[in-house]
């Protein structure tokens, strides 16, 4: 039987549009989300856009029993792809222990399955959010990390140490840990896409959603920074370049290419845009007149980051090849298909 990619949060956000890179580039894919942040019909939509649905469990990898059971009955896995966390900066610190608890132990269940059923690959989503508000721009992967701001920041650090040290001491386990930098947009399909339950805390669906009269007015949080307008700046990378990242790097483990069995890249476009400029260039390219206004700083926010990508570029073969205007415009698609708008 063919070997098998499982991507963990397959029908998420990111792990849907990579569960369709994958499949276009010809891996069998196999599904394991608990839906908790997302749901059934995605499947349905990457079907429509590859033709081919990929197979699916439903369970919470927190479980150590069902994930034991998971690998059983799919003795053909080859690698992972982890998606699969709670990623809500603000929630994370009202319920630090839930984040914890599914963020670490999921990732501890994988790593001991892997090695009691010889899988031996495994590419983790890491975040920006590791290095704090760096002391110099833009970013390498030398760049120091700094404590976390939030629980769910530190899950992302604990996670990566985990990895780190798994591996160590696991000369027959390899992992990637991709570090990503903001991700945006949707497929150029609009058939998936970011779908934020309740009120966004990010930002661009945020815009989208006050594009669509959902919300009444965007707030720009802050425009007294250090930057050249004021506003916050941050590397936005659109979500089918990130996608495609994880393929590069599933391919780098699977051909044996990696330099040692824990490496980690940054995810990025290298460019910095500041909150206004997006905001401008979303106006420009849809047309629409979205309402804005500055507020006051948000709590916790960094000034100011962008990626240095040379490194993971060179090393992955890969980087980022869509404009920011196109990104938005495959958010805002995704929005009106979404809302039924015309
Ligand atoms: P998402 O919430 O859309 O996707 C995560 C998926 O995992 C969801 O479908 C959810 O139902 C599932 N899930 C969560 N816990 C689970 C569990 N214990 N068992 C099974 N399924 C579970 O999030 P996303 O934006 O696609 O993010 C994917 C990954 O990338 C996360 O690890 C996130 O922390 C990381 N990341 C995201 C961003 C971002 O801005 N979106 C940035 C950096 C890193
Ligand atoms: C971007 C900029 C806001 C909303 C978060 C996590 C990080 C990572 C990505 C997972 C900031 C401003 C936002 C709004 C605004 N996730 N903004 N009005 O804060 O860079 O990162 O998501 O790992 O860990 O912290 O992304 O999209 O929330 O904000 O002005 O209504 O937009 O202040 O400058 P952020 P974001």
Redesign the pocket.
Same mark, same amino acid.
């Given at each position: 039987m063919a070997k098998q990619i499982l991507v963990?949060?397959?029908?998420?956000?990111?792990?849907s549009h990579t569960v369709v890179e994958l499949q276009n580039a010809g891996f069998d894919v196999v599904v394991?989300?608990?839906?908790?942040?997302?749901s059934i019909e995605v499947l349905d939509n990457i079907a429509k856009i590859t033709d081919k649905r990929p197979v699916f469990e439903q369970?919470?990898?927190?479980d150590r029993n069902l994930t034991a059971s998971f690998f059983k009955k799919y003795p053909n896995i080859e690698a992972i792809i982890?998606?699969?966390?709670?990623?809500a900066v603000g929630e994370s610190v009202q319920k630090p222990l839930e984040y914890y608890r599914? /963020?670490l132990v999921?990732l501890m269940n994988l790593l001991e399955e892997m090695k009691s059923n010889d899988v031996k690959h495994m590419v983790f989503?890491?975040?920006?959010?590791v290095y704090g508000q760096p002391d110099v721009l833009p970013v390498t992967e030398q760049t120091p990390r700094k404590p976390a701001e939030s629980p769910?920041g530190n899950t992302?650090a604990i996670c990566e140490d985990m990895m780190r040290d798994y591996c160590a001491t696991n000369s027959s386990i390899n992992c990637i840990a991709l570090r990503?930098f903001?991700?945006i947009g949707a497929h150029p399909t609009a058939l998936i896409g970011?779908l934020p339950v309740g009120v966004p805390g /990010?930002l661009v669906p945020f815009v989208t959603q006050t594009a669509a009269g959902i919300r009444e007015v965007l707030s720009i949080f802050g425009d007294d920074y250090d930057t050249p307008d004021g506003t916050a700046i941050r590397d936005y990378i659109n979500v089918v370049d990130l996608s495609k990242a994880h393929v590069v790097a599933i391919e780098r483990l699977l051909n044996g290419k990696q330099k040692s069995n824990y490496e980690f890249f940054n995810i990025g476009t290298g460019n910095g845009l500041s909150v206004m400029e997006l905001v401008q260039t979303f106006i420009k390219v849809t047309g629409v007149n979205l309402k804005y206004k500055v507020v006051g700083r948000r709590a916790g926010d960094i000034e100011k980051i962008w990626a240095d990508t040379t490194y993971g570029c060179n090393e992955l073969g890969w980087k980022a090849e869509k404009t920011v205007e196109e990104t938005l415009a495959s958010a805002w698609a995704w929005e009106k298909n979404v809302r039924g708008i015309k």
């Amino acid at each position: 039987m063919a070997k098998q990619i499982l991507v963990t949060g397959g029908a998420g956000y990111i792990g849907s549009h990579t569960v369709v890179e994958l499949q276009n580039a010809g891996f069998d894919v196999v599904v394991v989300d608990d839906l908790s942040n997302s749901s059934i019909e995605v499947l349905d939509n990457i079907a429509k856009i590859t033709d081919k649905r990929p197979v699916f469990e439903q369970f919470n990898l927190a479980d150590r029993n069902l994930t034991a059971s998971f690998f059983k009955k799919y003795p053909n896995i080859e690698a992972i792809i982890h998606f699969a966390a709670f990623k809500a900066v603000g929630e994370s610190v009202q319920k630090p222990l839930e984040y914890y608890r599914n /963020n670490l132990v999921s990732l501890m269940n994988l790593l001991e399955e892997m090695k009691s059923n010889d899988v031996k690959h495994m590419v983790f989503s890491s975040s920006c959010t590791v290095y704090g508000q760096p002391d110099v721009l833009p970013v390498t992967e030398q760049t120091p990390r700094k404590p976390a701001e939030s629980p769910y920041g530190n899950t992302k650090a604990i996670c990566e140490d985990m990895m780190r040290d798994y591996c160590a001491t696991n000369s027959s386990i390899n992992c990637i840990a991709l570090r990503y930098f903001n991700p945006i947009g949707a497929h150029p399909t609009a058939l998936i896409g970011e779908l934020p339950v309740g009120v966004p805390g /990010n930002l661009v669906p945020f815009v989208t959603q006050t594009a669509a009269g959902i919300r009444e007015v965007l707030s720009i949080f802050g425009d007294d920074y250090d930057t050249p307008d004021g506003t916050a700046i941050r590397d936005y990378i659109n979500v089918v370049d990130l996608s495609k990242a994880h393929v590069v790097a599933i391919e780098r483990l699977l051909n044996g290419k990696q330099k040692s069995n824990y490496e980690f890249f940054n995810i990025g476009t290298g460019n910095g845009l500041s909150v206004m400029e997006l905001v401008q260039t979303f106006i420009k390219v849809t047309g629409v007149n979205l309402k804005y206004k500055v507020v006051g700083r948000r709590a916790g926010d960094i000034e100011k980051i962008w990626a240095d990508t040379t490194y993971g570029c060179n090393e992955l073969g890969w980087k980022a090849e869509k404009t920011v205007e196109e990104t938005l415009a495959s958010a805002w698609a995704w929005e009106k298909n979404v809302r039924g708008i015309k």
